[in-house]
């Protein structure tokens, strides 16, 4: 068991390590099941102990597989779970962070003056992103080696702009589709006009459950703009559906997933799904790629590939063993029971901590309501506590969610999107995952809503005895 321990906290950059005081990584996750109130899901999960047993038992069967036959198999797994075409190129990273890298690599070379990378809502994805999103190192060491340096270029990805395109304005509203596909149609107009091809990120789930562009916009600017930009979909929450999947490849889309927040495995494990047609245009891998990436965990037919190290990542395949095994599970729930353990969710959200706290949740838009909402964003509540004493300001929700992570409740790290007159408000988020529902699933249909009411009430408990210890 120690064994398995360890090897789920290697084989990444230093997020994944362990602090000896508390045993848990930089997000207060562990690798290994804890017995604790767990909903932060759209931060980052602790591994379930049915995937823990899981993995106990792969380890103890000891079939003497490679690198690449580990991944061979998983690849399979995963596009038959979300039923997806056989062809569909899969290419695996360390970390979300990591993905990228990819998504660069699969439109490097299209146009002579490099690449206008279009990031959406840097604040609503990953503070790292900004750096690999750049084509640069965004920390002092890979999976594969250290000693690289912060913001440095990784070798060969060629000429890189960078513009983010906000998804709220500056009183922390989001913005609409058309609004965002309006920004993002001018910065592909630019990069045209500088001889350079844009790859232009969408989101769907981001931080807050946001959805943009929507299907109907995307389709315009990609109808709009042809050969001249590529879109490249952030679903690292993975709260999406096979159809929306299958939708975006047919589209000519990538799309960048993880296996660590509502899939519910242990951070760091990720995954790039690319039209098999992409890759076989794709040019050459960047030389700089073999500091980040190991031969098997690209798809054999990308050019380059065989100058990438020929070695193992093994604890990288046990997180993704993991991720795969949640997915198989969740995807066998029939889809109305998944509906209705989300409407309990709602329900015992509602009653028995928002209404009891008289705090907010707030809506993917001005105006809109949860009913307007995807159903897999229905999964997550950002929770808007800047009215609770001692959790103002998005600091002190901070201070609070550290808190009550280390006293055994896990909840979605605070996210900027309330404003007050200091700044930023305090938030929250509530977000179930995959394991939780595929345990919930075996119950009686009246358990889980008696267990959501519970874990509410807990909830809204751990936040009261804060306010008393703050004021």
């Known amino acids: 068991m120690r064994g398995l321990i360890e090897a789920l906290a290697a084989g990444g950059d230093a997020r994944i390590a362990l602090d000896p005081a508390t045993g848990l990584n930089k997000y207060l996750s562990a690798p290994h099941p804890r017995d ?31 690198y690449s036959e580990l991944l061979e198999g998983l690849k399979s797994r995963l596009l038959a779970a979300y039923g997806l075409r056989d062809d569909t190129a899969v290419a695996f990273a360390p970390s979300g962070t990591d993905l990228e890298y990819i ?44 000693g690289v340096m912060p913001a440095q270029d990784v070798e060969g990805m060629g000429p890189i702009s960078l513009v983010d395109v906000p998804v709220r304005c500056a009183l922390g509203l989001a913005c609409t589709s058309s609004e965002i596909a309006e920004a993002m149609a001018v910065e592909i107009e630019l990069a045209r006009k500088a001889g350079q091809h844009s790859l232009v990120h969408c989101v769907h789930g981001s931080k807050t459950g946001l959805v943009l562009p929507d299907s109907e916009d ?35 889309c990538i799309v960048l997933m993880t296996g660590s927040k509502f899939m519910g495995a242990p951070p760091f494990n990720g995954w790039a799904l690319l039209p098999a047609e992409m890759v076989e245009r794709a040019d050459s891998l960047p030389s700089g790629f073999a500091t980040i990436f190991r031969r ?10 065989e100058r990438l190290p020929d070695s193992a990542n093994r604890s990288l395949a046990l997180r993704l063993e993991a991720a795969v095994f949640e997915l198989e599970r969740f995807q066998a729930i029939p889809l109305p029971r ?16 928002v209404a009891p706290l008289c705090i907010e ?13 995807l159903i897999e964003m229905r999964t997550l509540a950002t929770l808007d506590v800047s009215s609770l004493p001692g959790m103002r300001t998005f600091d002190d929700a901070q201070r609070v969610h550290r808190a009550l992570a280390l006293d055994g409740i896990r909840l979605g790290q605070p996210v900027k999107c309330v404003r007050i007159e200091e700044g930023w408000g305090g938030t929250l988020r509530v977000g179930l995952s995959m394991p939780q529902m595929s345990r919930w699933a075996g119950l009686s249909s009246d358990e889980p809503a008696a267990e959501l009411a519970q874990d509410m009430a807990n909830i809204a408990t751990a936040l009261q005895h804060s306010l008393v210890k703050t004021s």
Do not use: K
């Open 36 to 66: 604790l109130l767990v909903y932060s899901s759209s931060t980052v999960s602790d591994i379930s102990s049915e995937a823990f047993a899981h993995l106990l038992a792969v380890e103890g069967a000891g079939e003497a597989q490679s």
């Open 103 to 146: 998504a660069l690599a699969a439109v490097r070379g299209r146009a002579e003056n490099g690449v206008h990378n279009i990031l959406l809502g840097a604040d609503e994805i990953g503070s790292g992103c900004i750096h690999s999103a750049h084509g640069r190192y965004f920390a002092q060491e890979t999976a594969v080696q250290a």
């Open 218 to 252: 995307l389709g315009a600017l990609i109808a709009e703009f042809g050969e001249e930009a590529t879109f490249v979909v952030d679903a690292c929450q993975a709260r999406i559906t096979s159809d929306a999947i299958q939708g975006y490849l047919t589209r000519g």
């Open 296 to 305: 098997p965990e690209f798809p054999a037919m990308w050019a380059g590939s």
């Open 338 to 353: 998944v509906e209705a353990m989300i409407l309990a969710f709602e329900a015992a959200l509602t009653e028995h901590l």
């Open 361 to 373: 949740r707030m809506m993917p838009g001005e105006g809109a309501c949860i009913d307007d909402c």
